[in-house]
């Protein structure tokens, strides 16, 4: 794939500039002294109004001058605490850990007139005490804790169109982020480096995207042998929501991640479709309805490490939300990821979901990715104050292919000839104690499966936590 001309690049980020000039002020106004009927009128009234001399300054009339656009700026902010204990973490009864993570948002944002903002949040992620230096108060050995999270502009209404134009370092997410995500759920989350053009109407919303993941020529002084810069990585888009009435909107989308080597190119394409009636804000379902579905289906071709892709994933959801006394959901979900059949075929079959967002939508034990993976669970939600809920889950995960390997994380362990990889049961108590205040606690429990046990996994593996996060606009 070509890399982004950057003189392009630079000219369209400049154009988007040039705003509009600042409105001259009021000149002020001298007052108009009374005819001679409305001084008597006044006088007979009793009030005789005083005219001022020749020599007296005349004040201006007070006229309440409105804040352009130019001046708005918006703040707004989070704050998340969140305690974890893994017990048995991957199934190893050697690997236990506790501690309490954190993270701080900033947003500034500053509108301007000619339809063009600017938007740019400081985030903070750490660990408690997990900084060097003397308990922990020494900032000097920090490993990029404070780091720019989003920092883009953008120019609505580009060309006189619904048509708007990103620039800069931005969140994008799709559908479910089962493909792109923000991953907002990790302390750290994600961002995409690119340019993104968005067509919204009330029928239809587009989107294209160009973003740079890994650049080989970003010449880093400080570490010239890098293996960081020794290949690029440039991954592109396009998505399209079709909406054709609140209880359906179909999906269609391509995307394209390009990744240059010394050997071989790996060229990754994923096309596929969404069926839903996520049509409110937020990727939610209309109050009025009360079933709720979405069906992802994807087919991935190109090449990887000189074999040619053949993998396809699909993921369905149903739910349905009725009140019994107390306002309750009941939903289930099903997955199915293809993995790698033959090793020696020339041919790479395992499906990969790109930049997902899975937590809780395949367990909250994030023991599983969506690849070579055969899953369903079921779930149940219930209310008992529109501020308190309670969800309980059930989700199992099987290997497609006992010929490929186990996916979970960054890591690929190989097992034998068994598919069962673990149970999980979940559940997750949400309390909204304030209008910008809210708390979470969750627990999950994962029992091995006859793969993991085969493989001489020697424990379960338990998880728990508590959060806290406020936010502010």
């Not at 993570?101 to 944002?109: D, H, I, M, R, Y």
């Not at 979470?440 to 996060?469: I, P, V």
């Amino acid at each position: 794939m070509k890399k982004m001309n950057f003189a392009l690049f630079a000219g369209v980020l400049c154009a988007t500039f040039v705003t509009a000039p600042v409105s001259a002020q009021r000149k002020p106004r001298m007052p108009k002294a009374p005819t001679a009927k409305e001084a008597a009128t006044t006088t007979k009234a009793g009030a005789v109004p005083a005219q001022p001399t020749a020599t007296q300054e005349v004040a201006p009339d007070s006229v309440e001058i409105p804040k352009a656009k130019d001046e708005s700026f918006k703040f707004s902010g989070l704050i998340r605490i969140r305690p974890e204990v893994k017990e048995g973490l991957g199934f190893d009864k050697s690997k236990n850990f506790n501690f309490v993570g954190q993270k701080v948002w900033l947003t500034a944002e500053k509108a301007f007139s000619d339809k063009t903002r600017f938007l740019i949040t400081l985030q903070d992620a750490r660990v408690w005490g997990g900084q060097s230096g003397a308990a922990g108060t020494d900032t000097s050995g920090e490993q990029q804790a404070v780091d720019v999270r989003e920092a883009y502009l953008q120019a609505d209404d580009f060309l006189g169109t619904p048509l708007s134009l990103r620039l800069g370092r931005q969140k994008m997410t799709f559908g479910d982020e089962l493909f792109v995500g923000v991953s907002d759920w990790g302390n750290v989350g994600r961002s995409f480096d690119g340019a993104r053009l968005i067509w919204d109407t009330p029928t239809n919303n587009f989107s294209a995207f160009s973003t740079i993941l890994q650049e080989d020529n970003s010449n880093d002084l400080n570490n010239a042998n890098n293996t960081l810069n020794t290949k690029g990585i440039y991954f592109s888009g396009i998505y399209d929501t079709i909406k054709i009435s609140k209880a359906f909107w179909l999906d269609a989308f391509v995307f394209a991640r390009n990744q240059d080597k010394a050997i071989h190119s790996d060229q990754l394409y994923t096309g596929g479709l969404r069926f839903h009636n996520r049509t409110e804000k937020g990727n939610k379902s209309p109050k009025d309805q009360i079933f709720d579905y979405s069906l992802d289906i994807a087919y991935q071709g190109g090449r990887k490490g000189g074999l040619e892709v053949q993998a396809y994933g699909a993921f369905a959801q149903v739910g349905a939300t009725f009140t019994a006394g107390k306002k309750m959901r009941l939903g289930a979900q099903g997955a199915y990821a293809s993995g790698d059949n033959d090793a020696t075929d020339k041919k790479y079959q395992t499906f990969d979901p790109l930049y997902p967002t899975t937590h809780s939508i395949m367990g909250i034990a994030d023991m599983v990715t969506w690849r070579n993976v055969t899953g369903a669970g079921v779930n149940y939600t219930v209310w008992f104050l529109p501020t308190l809920s309670l969800r309980v889950d059930y989700w199992y995960a099987d290997r497609t292919s006992t010929k490929d390997g186990w996916y979970y994380g960054a890591a690929n362990v190989a097992l034998g000839t068994e598919r069962g990889l673990y149970h999980e049961a979940d559940a997750i108590l949400n309390y909204n104690a304030r209008e910008n205040l809210g708390f979470q606690a969750g627990y999950a429990y994962a029992n091995r499966g006859n793969a993991l046990r085969a493989a001489g996994k020697d424990t379960d593996y338990q998880y728990g936590y508590f959060m806290s996060t406020f936010k502010f606009q």
